[in-house]
Every structure is written in C-alpha cells, then in structure tokens.
C-alpha cells in the first residue's frame, strides 16, 4: 500500500507540473487565440481559454454558475479517489495509474479554474477542416486514465468470468 501510496503522490505531482508548466509556457509566449503550425494539416499549438468542460460542455452557462459546479465537482471527485486511495488496500497497478492520472489531470485543470475561471487549452489536433476540440496535458491524463480504468474492468470481469 506505502508503494503505490508513494507512486500515487509522485505520479500526481508530476502531472501537474507537467501540466502547469505546459500552459505557463503557452500563455507567456502566445496571445490568445495565436496558432502555431506544428505539423501542417494535423496538428497546431494554439492558446484558448476554456470556460466549459469536455467538447464545451456548460460554456455558455453564467460564469458564476460554472466556477462554483466545475470547482465542486473538480474538489468532490479529487476527494473521493484520494480518500478510496488512502483507505482502499489497493494492490491493483492499473488502477493504482489509472487512478493516479485521472487525480493528477484533474488537480491540473482545477488549478486553472481557480486563477483564471477557465481551463488553459493548447494541443490542437485535426485533420484538414475537421478540429478535435483542443486540450492540455491535464485532459490527456484524465483520457488515459479513463482508458486504463476501463481497461482495467473488462480484465478484471474476463477474470471472474474465467474463474
């Protein structure tokens, strides 16, 4: 338990710096909305402002309203793995990660919202005219920890069924 406890600390702190450097670099040497080119036709580093969630999700909501629901939700979820971290004897190595990446991303991101009342986007990934809503090292953390957990269910169940 003091092993993954350990791994699960260190993991998160270095997602969010990762991501916290990521996106200082991006607003000191961007404007908002400025477009770099990286690889022409696929892919771009940009620097927007996301006041919502996933795909825009409650941007359009009043920006009370969406700091006081991203910021409790954010809190409460971060909370909750913390403490089944903590209290669970998790053994398991895939949730253990996947638990570590989806805390760390959403630490990352929960810290934007609280200085800027948005989210620091600025991996820009699409394919001629075909835009895939940008996002950060946070968003990825939290994609590939939900990946993981997923993964780690289906194994999880293809074990019992196998027993």
């Avoid at 450097?21 to 580093?45: C, D």
């Avoid at 919502?52 to 909501?61: H, M, N, R, T």
Wanted: proline residues 2%; charged residues 10%; glycine residues 8%.
């Amino acid at each position: 338990m003091k092993k993954n406890l350990a791994i699960f600390i260190l993991g998160a702190a270095v997602i969010i710096a990762l991501d916290q450097i990521t996106k200082s670099a991006v607003t000191a040497r961007f404007t908002l909305h400025e477009v770099f080119p990286v690889i022409p036709g696929l892919f771009n580093l940009v620097y927007v402002m996301n006041p919502g969630a996933a795909f825009g999700f409650l941007a359009d909501a009043s920006a009370t309203f969406r700091y006081v629901f991203f910021i409790g939700i954010t809190i409460a979820a971060a909370g909750l793995i913390a403490y089944y971290f903590v209290k669970s004897n998790l053994r398991n190595m895939l949730l253990a990660v996947a638990l570590t990446l989806i805390f760390g991303g959403a630490v990352g991101n929960l810290i934007d919202r609280l200085r800027f009342g948005a989210v620091v986007d600025f991996l820009d990934v699409y394919v001629g005219a075909a835009h895939w809503p940008a996002f950060n090292v946070a968003d990825s953390a939290i994609t590939c920890g939900a990946i993981l957990m997923i993964w780690e269910m289906i194994l999880n169940r293809k074990g019992k069924q196998l027993s």
